[in-house]
């Protein structure tokens, strides 16, 4: 199993960016999958989550309405569409594959390595 994001970088609050993560090594359209993200001095956090065939997502309260999962099955890749970025939305990213059917309080089985994203004027 490999999963490798990409699309981190520095951003301007209210800017956007958008993550990818392209997964290999295993069947990428039977698992949930997952966004978490990791700030200095903070605990791992859960970002998003998207089902199979992405018709169902769930997201932290904080970040609803801003931030948009997607993925594509075909080219066995997720997104993240991150809008009206925060300086609190400052983090490494990483990109999950998920255990089980759990998308409010998922458990991942595999993670990226992680793509840094910087919040700042």
């Known amino acids: 199993v490999q999963l490798v994001e990409s699309g981190g970088g520095l951003a301007q609050p209210g800017g956007s960016l958008r993550l990818s993560c392209t997964a290999s090594g295993f069947t990428f359209s039977v698992y949930i999958m997952g966004w978490f993200r990791q700030a200095p001095g903070k605990e791992r956090e859960f970002v998003a989550t998207?089902?199979?065939?992405?018709?169902?997502?769930y997201y932290l309260d904080s970040v609803k309405g801003r931030f948009s999962v997607d993925r594509d099955n075909y080219k066995n890749v997720q997104y993240l569409q991150m809008d009206n970025l925060e300086p609190g939305d400052t983090a490494l990213y990483y990109c999950?594959?998920?255990?089980?059917?759990?998308?409010?309080?998922?458990?991942?089985?595999?993670w990226g390595q992680g793509t840094q994203v910087t919040v700042s004027s």
């Open positions: 999950a594959r998920i255990r089980g059917f759990t998308m409010h309080d998922p458990e991942a089985d595999y």
């Open positions: 998207i089902d199979w065939n992405g018709y169902a997502t």
